[in-house]
């Protein structure tokens, strides 16, 4: 039996539609427009948000609905404007906070910067990592310091975390998964360009494929409509249960093993090629085919 159309694409950033160097390459850009063309959904999904995001979507030259931080918010890129918000319980962040602080790291809160003006609370008295410094720098993300975190009201948290080396971060993970177990999820993702560990802590109901679902949803698109390609752990609930689960060749080894398909990697546009295939291959379905009997 022949694969039916695909009506829409969910597209990690790092690792995946940018090259190693964070860059966005020509042919990569031009791909998404050639999908965009041929009338499917392209929907970006990234652990980043909307702030971190925007000189990435300016590349691209692509603004839509799309999921950020790990799937607790859908946002519409075109308004600014935030669609659904999976928060953090606010006692389960100060929790969270009370932890990483006692540990001797400033913690990361992230916001919702429609509701509250900044990206990021942090920890003040705490003196900032190098790697918390690059990461501010890099992503330009506006930030309030604020003391004692772990008391403080997070009505608009949605995420709570630490940029520090990879051993410290691990430490600080596996400290933080013993003390809350289910009630958290917890991952670490690395950022090869700045050689360095990001750790995030979430509300259990957070993962991309959540954020997928609730963009599909609005368009009436099925799961098995759905084609995810990522690499990084945050990637896997997607890559698991969309129709077509694609891990990029530069993808970590539990991403490649629960893929579908592996492609090549982002340092040789491997997502152009594939998307360029699967626009040639007419793998592609309208997300909103005419009616019977009228010509396109």
Wanted: overall charge negative.
């Amino acid at each position: 039996m022949a694969q039916p159309p695909y009506r829409m694409i969910a597209i990690d950033l790092d690792g995946t539609l940018l090259r190693p160097d964070h860059s966005v390459s020509p042919r990569v850009k031009d791909a998404i427009h050639k999908v965009l063309r041929a009338g499917m959904l392209v929907c970006f999904a990234t652990g980043r948000n909307l702030t971190e995001s925007q000189a990435i979507l300016d590349s691209i030259s692509h603004y839509d609905t799309a999921v950020f931080v790990g799937g607790a918010m859908i946002v519409d890129t075109r308004e600014g404007k935030t669609l659904h918000r999976t928060g953090m319980q606010p006692q389960l962040a100060r929790e969270v906070c009370a932890v990483i602080e006692s540990l001797g790291h400033a913690a990361l809160v992230l916001e919702d910067t429609s509701q509250t003006g900044v990206d990021y609370l942090i920890s003040a008295g705490i003196e900032l990592s190098e790697a918390t410094r690059n990461w501010i720098a890099t992503t330009r993300a506006a930030v309030r310091r604020v003391a004692n975190l772990a008391s403080y009201p997070h009505q608009h948290t949605v995420r709570v975390g630490i940029c520090a080396p990879r051993a410290e971060v691990e430490r600080v993970r596996d400290i933080l998964c013993e003390r809350f177990g289910s009630r958290i999820v917890c991952q670490v993702l690395y950022v090869p360009p700045l050689d360095m560990e990001v750790m995030e802590v979430f509300d259990p109901a957070v993962n991309k494929w959540e954020g997928v679902l609730h963009v599909a949803r609005r368009h009436g698109i099925k799961p098995e409509q759905i084609i995810a390609i990522g690499d990084d752990v945050n990637d896997l609930p997607m890559i698991r249960n969309a129709g077509l689960g694609v891990a990029m060749g530069n993808a970590r080894p539990e991403v490649r093993q629960a893929a579908k398909l592996v492609i090549k990697p982002n340092s040789e546009d491997g997502l152009a090629e594939f998307l360029e295939d699967i626009v040639r291959q007419h793998l592609v379905a309208p997300e909103n085919p005419p009616p019977a009997g009228r010509e396109t």
